[in-house]
């Protein structure tokens, strides 16, 4: 998927890269920075199995750089 398609609020999977787990995660995009000069692009998402996993405040975010994004990341699709 190519990071400038982005959108937040955007529904998106996450393909894990650890461990032998092969189940997509569903996630919602937050924000995202695009690249600049000296700074590489980055997108925030909000994983949900990872919500509250560090308190009830927690919504369980991803920071993902721009090649992460193009690699894990697949558009949800409408059901």
Partial sequence: MKPSALKPGMRVLL???LGKSTE???ATVVSRMPTAYGRKGQTVINVDVFGGLNGPDDNGPVHLSDYEVS???????AR
């Fill in 24 to 26: 997509l995660l569903s």
């Fill in 71 to 77: 690699r894990f990341l697949h558009p949800m699709e």
């Fill in 15 to 17: 393909q894990p890269t």
